[in-house]
């Protein structure tokens, strides 16, 4: 049986309902699937980020103008006005031209969201750019470590150590930023969300009694 979050899930995680939960809720369970985002566990993870990246599922772009990214040439932010055209968007926020870009060659359409960034706002496509941003930097690793574990991670040139929503966080965010917020929304995910039941296993089937030899030879004299 498939793992299946709910708007209810949503709003629970993040502390009230909003008009996003509904699709966003639909196009998880189209797409996280899909990305083997298919556990509790690994959900927790996911709905953690997106809910801080969001603001608690009430936004899919981001507040700022986006001028902060004007000149980025590590974002691919290369030409004037690609800051605030290509700023955050989606449940992670893919942020700058270059990432905008990347996603249009993934769906094999390379320019779809270079010429209508608006589409990662949409729910469906918030999901998916989230979901392609797990897969390719691997995301499922950290979330199925246990709670406890240490994990390497490099940061601002040195190697530390962190536990596996701190890896993911910093990962998806480039650094701290928001870090208690999402330790709290990844412990109420985690305490609400459950791998649904293994399916019954088949019935044994009952063992053929067995004959004796006096009822063998009663039966072949009997023919």
Known sequence: MAFVVTAEDLASIAGAPTRWMPELAKWMNHYCPEYAIDTAQEY????????????????????????????????????????????????????????????????????????????????????????EYWRTRNLNDPANHPDTSKLSKKYRGKVIQVSPVEYIGITINGGYNGMAERKKFYALARKLLKDPPPPPAPPVPAPKPVESRRGRLRRLFDR
């Open 44 to 131: 927790a993870h996911f709905l953690a980020q997106a809910c801080h990246e969001t603001d608690h599922f009430r936004v899919l772009r981001e507040y700022a103008s986006g001028k902060a990214y004007e000149g980025r040439a590590d974002l691919g932010n290369t030409r004037p006005g690609d800051g605030p055209r290509f700023k955050g968007r989606g449940i992670f926020q893919t942020t700058g031209r270059a990432n905008y870009l990347q996603l249009g060659i993934r769906i094999g359409r390379r320019d779809q969201f270079v010429n209508a960034p608006e589409l990662l706002e949409t729910p469906q496509y918030a999901v998916w750019s989230a979901c």
